[in-house]
C-alpha cells in the first residue's frame, strides 16, 4: 500500500480504522435484532463468510482502493456476529455454580490476539496472496469448531441443549 498511496498510507490506514470502529457501533442493532431470530449455526456461517468475502476484498484492493473499504464493511459484519458468540455459548451452556470457570477459560481464546499477529507477519513476508488463501481456508476450517462437535455430529440447524454441566444425567 505505501508503493503506491506514499504519504497517503497512514490517513488511509486511519481512515479504514475509523470505518471500522463507526460501522461496529452502527450495526449493533441489526446484529442483534438478526441474532434473536438467527440459531447460533446460522450466525457462524453468516460471520464466516463475512470474514471470508473481507479477505477477498482485501487480496482485491490493489485493483482499487475502495475495495479495501468494502472489505472492511464485511470484516466488521463478521467481528459484530462473531466475537460476542463465545461468551453467549458459555452464558446459555454453563450451570450458574461452574460459569466463572468457564469463562474464564474461554479467555484462553486471547492468545490468539498474539499468536496471529506474529502467524500474519510471517505469511505476509512469504506473498500477499498465500496470506489471504490461508486466511480465507482458516475461517472455514474453524466452523466446525465454532459450530460445536456435538451439534456438528448431529447435522441439525438447531442449537445444541447445554452440555456444560457438573451433574451427571439422571436416567
Not at 506514499?6 to 463507526?22: K, P, S
Not at 477477498?56 to 466475537?83: D, K, M, N, Q, R
Not at 492468545?111 to 481456508?137: E, R
Not at 462437535?149 to 436416567?171: K, N, V, W
Amino acid at each position: 500500500m505505501r508503493e503506491r498511496y506514499a504519504d497517503r498510507t497512514e490517513y488511509l490506514f486511519a481512515l479504514l480504522l475509523i470505518c471500522n470502529a463507526v460501522l461496529a457501533l452502527a450495526v449493533q442493532p441489526a446484529i442483534m435484532w438478526l441474532s434473536e431470530r438467527l440459531p447460533r449455526r446460522s450466525l457462524v456461517l453468516l460471520g464466516s463468510v463475512s470474514f471470508t468475502l473481507a479477505f477477498v476484498f482485501f487480496w482485491l484492493s490493489p485493483v482499487h482502493l475502495a475495495l479495501l473499504y468494502v472489505g472492511i464493511v464485511f470484516w466488521t459484519l463478521g467481528e459484530a456476529i462473531l466475537l460476542p458468540l463465545p461468551d453467549i455459548a458459555v452464558h446459555e451452556l454453563a450451570v450458574d455454580e461452574r460459569k466463572g470457570t468457564y469463562f474464564g477459560l474461554s479467555e484462553l481464546r486471547h492468545l490468539g490476539f498474539f499468536v496471529g499477529p506474529v502467524t500474519g507477519g510471517w505469511l505476509l513476508t512469504i506473498n500477499a496472496s498465500v496470506y489471504f488463501l490461508f486466511m480465507g481456508l482458516f475461517v472455514f476450517l474453524c466452523v466446525p469448531l465454532l459450530l460445536g462437535i456435538r451439534g456438528a455430529a448431529a447435522g441439525t440447524d438447531e442449537d445444541p441443549e447445554p452440555a456444560l454441566s457438573s451433574e451427571p444425567d439422571q436416567a
